[in-house]
């Protein structure tokens, strides 16, 4: 798909409405044709590399877009090859005047490859977005999109970790859809902003989209989304505002890895707002069957993938930085109406291998031949989530009790509640056998208590178990919520 630029501005529209006017119409004809699939190919010596050797195709830093002028922000290309077949066109939008970003060999460095000679209009795979974050006048990565319609963000003193989408089709079911972004409208800065708006077309067999970052960087890097979908089919199995991560083990589950690393996750459970004022905390876990949940159905609420354990000794990686990766946190603003949290669990080889996904079902389908809005803020750090006073699940672990019959259970929260422990108690249930609780005790290596709980679950097959801190009947914890299957 080639776009030739335009002059945009028209009476009554600032430039950024202008551009994203203009992306939505492209996106609303889209979905009113035939899906035609771009037909660019990618030559065999570019097309055939493996991950090493894309490695080697390098952005030059010294032609970054903008960087001549000294603008806040700063964008490099990803070159086309490996895994990333497909081209994305890359527009500069300045005050209402559309400016294509062009391809040229002179941009990348090419280390040990040689591809040959490359087309003029080769285009790119994607693109990263630069600026000054961990050190003043340094410019670092904030956000990349590169791949079907993924992107990734950081925040300040965090690396790179789970990735998010701009839409998930039948995500964990067989014959899923990826979606892609086609093109892109990157707005250019004025001299001291904060933020950068990102306009991006996105295509697909089943639907096409038109969607606007606003991308502000910092202690947490906060993303203002919106989404307009205009499908050509009905969408019984729409993912909205999708974060895709990684779960392949933890302590709290049997050694199945000759690996030197106790835990190997970029994430380690999914959290939800219970729509009153509380908090459910479900721990990840890695089976090698497929499992889909949809849960905490009801109006939309705010969830997150969020990587908890941030000490270095649970992961002894020196290459991963496991503990410094983000969580991501997605706050429904508009548009996302009656519908549930879908948690999609797939069995994974090695790390390199995505397994998790969390998403915003839509109770309904999305009709075809209509626009459908949603506005969600999505932040990225340490914590992104919203401050509480609650307790937090920090940790757990299960093991076999005295009674063969039964299993251990060991539920850790922190901080302790006002008041420490005094008129604290536990409330445990399960949806399959039975709950007894044993203990709840300070546990001061981590400035909390620790719940002792055994379940018996008699014939079946698998539980639901609930555990929270309550003080008479009010909450001092979030709800910690785990699946065991037998």
Request: proline share 8%.
């Amino acid at each position: 798909m080639a776009l030739a630029p335009a002059t945009l501005l028209a009476a009554g529209w600032a430039p950024s409405d202008a551009i994203g006017e203009m992306v939505r119409r492209r996106a609303r004809d889209l979905g009113r044709a035939r899906y035609r699939p771009v037909d660019r190919p990618l030559q065999a010596s570019l097309a055939n590399m493996g991950y090493d050797a894309y490695r080697d195709l390098r952005f030059r830093p010294d032609q970054a877009i903008w960087r001549a002028e000294g603008l806040p922000f700063q964008l490099q290309m990803f070159h086309r090859g490996g895994l990333f077949r497909d081209p994305v066109d890359l527009f500069e939008a300045d005050h209402g005047r559309v400016r294509p970003i062009k391809f040229s060999e002179s941009l990348f460095t090419y280390g040990q490859q040689t591809p040959g000679p490359l087309p003029a209009d080769l285009g790119f795979a994607g693109f990263r977005v630069h600026a000054p974050m961990d050190v003043p006048g340094r410019f670092d990565e904030v956000v990349a999109f590169l791949g079907a319609s993924y992107f990734r963000a950081v925040a300040k003193g965090i690396s790179y970790g789970l990735s998010a989408r701009g839409l998930a089709l039948g995500a964990g079911e067989p014959g899923e859809e990826f979606p892609a972004f086609r093109a892109f409208w990157v707005e250019r800065p004025a001299p001291g902003a904060r933020s950068l708006v990102i306009h991006a077309l996105l295509d697909s067999v089943s639907t096409a989209g038109a969607f606007r970052f606003e991308v502000t960087p910092g202690t947490l890097t906060v993303m203002e989304v919106e989404a307009r979908l205009f499908p050509r089919r009905p969408l019984a199995s729409a993912g909205i505002a999708p974060l895709t991560s990684m779960y392949l083990f933890g302590p709290e589950q049997p050694r199945r890895y000759d690996d030197f690393r106790p835990e190997v996750h970029d994430s380690d459970g999914l959290l939800t707002d219970d729509g009153h004022g509380g908090r459910i905390w479900r721990p990840l876990v890695h089976t090698p069957a497929t499992r889909v949940r949809d849960v905490d159905p009801g109006p939309a609420r705010g969830f997150g993938l969020l990587q908890r354990q941030r000490a270095f000794e649970a992961y002894q990686d020196l290459e991963a930085d496991y503990h410094r990766r983000p969580g991501a946190w997605v706050e429904p603003l508009e548009g996302f109406g009656q519908g549930s949290v879908r948690l999609v669990e797939l069995g994974a080889r090695s790390e390199a291998e995505d397994n998790i996904v969390a998403m915003w079902r839509p109770a309904a389908p999305l009709a075809a031949g209509r626009e459908h809005r949603f506005r969600y803020r999505l932040t990225w750090g340490a914590s992104p989530e919203p401050r509480t006073r609650l307790a937090q699940a920090v940790a757990w672990r299960a093991g076999s009790s005295h009674d063969p019959r039964r299993r251990r259970f060991l539920v850790d929260f922190a901080p302790l509640p006002p008041g420490g422990l005094h008129g604290v108690e536990a409330q445990a249930s399960a949806t399959g056998g039975s709950i007894r609780v044993e203990t709840v005790q300070p546990n001061a290596s981590i400035g909390g208590a620790r719940v002792s709980f055994e379940l018996d679950p008699g014939t079946a097959a698998t539980s639901d178990l609930r555990l929270t801190l309550v003080r008479g009947r009010t909450p001092v914890s979030e709800v910690w919520m785990y699946r065991w299957l037998a």
